[in-house]
């Protein structure tokens, strides 16, 4: 493998959910998005990244998008529960 992501890999749903965990990670504490609950943030980052990997892969139509806004929850919700137990196991390790 030459590359860490493609936007085929992104358009699945271990490669949508890993992205959104990194990136979520990444902006949570910048200034912008500090007020705003990190689940709503990371829901966003997931519709944003379906929409461009199918963008750039399939192409957009109406149901590609109406599909985008359902699966985001489904990655963000994913993103949000190996967040809560990285937590969990780490609070264990104290």
Known sequence: MNEFFTWQALSTYAGACLATYMITELIKDISLFKNI???????????????????FTTGLNFEVVALCLVNAFVVAFAS??????????KEKGK
Request: net charge neutral.
């Open 37 to 55: 609950s990190a689940r709503i943030v990371s829901y966003i980052i997931a519709f944003l990244l379906l929409m461009f990997s199918y963008a």
């Open 80 to 89: 949000n529960g190996a967040f809560d137990a990285l937590n969990v196991l």
